[in-house]
């Protein structure tokens, strides 16, 4: 499982950095929810996002947040004329807030897609939908992150 | 009276031969693979061949399988054809005894062997994505077949060794494997439920290496959360250890490749 | 020497929704990760998945680190006509992997 810097390993560079006068510098575990909420920004612009059409489906409990499966979905006719155009997806405590884009067009048939994310912490996942008249659609889920137990570096 | 003292004899030597049932030794009807302890998700992931990431490895495992190699200019199908066929039933019955080394060896062991005797290649390293890929691909071609490791006087005493490993209490927290899989499965460890150690789907897609890796990976990694002094990869303990995990999983289904947490 | 399983029906009747699955090796390396002295691992991700049907393109996903190592995406498309799927994976460090499916529609 990634973190920024786990206590281990900052314990473990620390201790090298005495023999050597190292310098640790420590980033910042985690994006926070206004990172997250200027990343949605930046894809919906000015427009106005409302919940509801999306469906996100997560497993509530993950048993590693290295691999957790993830299905998204909007119900549309995918016509020429009413389709969905994107599906974006944001966490809001990974080191950083975007996950994946995924682009539709009448093509596609269903505006469906699985695929495996990774989460970093017990957080709540949030789907933005865009549709081909321009609104904005969003949808979340929590989800629950375990850690297996015997590590490889403990 | 007397007609039934050799049907007594029998039975003792036949328990004594396999290894007396240890106190909290899960029953056989009780046995369950760790695929049973794994989410509704994870599960998919496994019985998935177009979605199961272990399953790039057996490819990888299968376009090796293929190629010529080593001074002899030999690949492993020029001696064994379809592994389909060839290979059927091979990693269910491996750590075996090995009659030039005198001690059993496990798959990978098996498979570095012959690169050297038959291919006259140098061994692949433990860990390394052609070793792991080969012996996917091998094991693969169990899938299904019930775990046979071969117990009789050659193998007994890396088996006594082995279950000696497993039922000794060591490391810093001084545990035992026993104490979690035998006495505690089905319980919880930092989120996760304890499984009962069964090595079905060996090399494994564990999703905490983001990878694929083999049986004495994992072991390694026991060692380590049970603070013990850990062994090197190929080490007799570790080899001696598969072999009881195969033994105490015998009639158990291969699921490689399998996925785990 | 990237390793990809795709999974697209053989056949499938004009109109028909199908499902594609598409699975590759890559380690999708974060850029988040420090090793043990606390040097950070750089990033090394694959960025874009695009898939294209006889040349048009028909899926694409933009991926960031927090996708799954070996990354994997199951998404559906209409079977139009015979022809092609190809698909093109590209990321960091010039990496570039590409795949093929053939699919008969009657």
């Known amino acids: 499982m990634e973190r920024e810097t786990s206590r281990r390993d900052f314990l473990q560079a620390a201790a090298a950095g005495l023999g050597l006068g190292a310098v640790i510098t420590v980033a910042p575990a985690h994006a926070t929810p206004k990172e997250m909420e200027d990343a949605i920004r930046k894809v919906v612009g000015s427009g106005r996002v409302s919940k509801g059409r999306v469906k996100l489906e997560l497993p509530p409990l993950s048993e590693n947040g290295n691999t957790v499966p993830l299905t998204v979905s909007i119900e549309s006719p995918m016509t020429p004329a009413d389709h969905v155009r994107a599906i974006h997806v944001f966490t809001e405590l990974n080191p950083q807030p975007e996950v994946v884009s995924f682009r539709f067009g009448p093509r596609a048939g269903h505006a469906r897609v699985s695929t495996r994310i990774r989460l970093a912490n017990t957080q709540t996942v949030t789907a933005i939908g865009e549709l081909s008249d321009g609104s904005f659609w969003s949808a979340t889920a929590a989800v629950v992150v375990t850690l297996a137990a015997c590590l490889e570096d403990a | ?261 | 020497m990237a390793n990809a399983l795709v999974n697209v029906p053989a056949r499938a009747r004009r109109g028909e929704i199908i499902e594609v699955k598409t699975l590759i090796s890559h380690p999708m390396e974060t850029g988040y990760r420090r090793t043990q002295l606390g040097a950070r691992i750089p990033r090394d991700i694959i960025r874009l998945f695009v898939c294209t049907y006889n040349g048009t393109e028909v899926f694409r996903a933009e991926l960031h680190p927090a996708i799954a190592a070996n990354p994997f995406f199951v998404f559906s498309t209409v079977a139009t006509e015979s022809g092609t799927l190809a698909f093109q994976w590209t990321g960091d460090n010039g990496f570039s992997a590409t795949e093929s499916a053939t699919i008969t529609v009657e």
């Open chain 2, 1 to 261: 009276m007397s007609g039934r003292a050799p049907h007594l004899l029998a039975a003792f030597s036949v328990i004594a031969l396999a290894g007396a049932t240890f106190a909290g030794e899960i029953p056989m009807t009780e046995r369950r693979s760790g695929y049973d302890f794994l989410s509704r998700e994870t599960r998919a992931m496994q019985d998935d061949d177009t979605a199961n990431p272990g399953m790039l490895a057996v490819l990888e495992g299968g376009a090796l399988w293929a190629r010529k190699t080593g001074a002899a200019g030999r690949a492993c199908a020029d001696c064994h054809g379809d592994a389909g066929a060839s290979m059927k039933g091979v990693a269910a019955r491996y750590p075996a005894f090995d009659a030039t080394l005198k001690r059993p060896v496990n798959l990978e062991q098996r498979i570095n062997r012959c690169r050297a005797d038959r291919q006259q290649a140098p061994p692949l390293a433990y860990e390394s994505r052609e070793l792991l890929a080969l012996t996917a691909y091998v094991a693969r071609q169990s899938r299904g077949l019930p775990i046979d490791v071969a117990i009789d006087a050659r193998t007994q005493p890396f088996l006594d060794n082995g279950r000696a490993a497993f039922y000794r209490r060591q490391g810093q927290l001084n545990l035992a494997c026993s104490q979690c899989h035998d006495d505690n499965w089905g319980r919880r460890l930092a989120g996760n439920v304890i499984p009962q150690a069964h090595p079905t789907g060996y090399p494994v897609y564990r999703l905490e290496w983001q990878g694929l890796g083999s049986l004495q990976r994992r072991l390694r990694n026991c060692l380590v959360g049970i603070r013990a002094e850990s062994h090197e990869y190929g080490a007799p303990e570790l080899v001696e250890l598969e072999l009881f995990l195969m033994w105490r999983a015998r009639g158990m289904a291969i699921e490689t490749p399998g996925v785990r947490p």
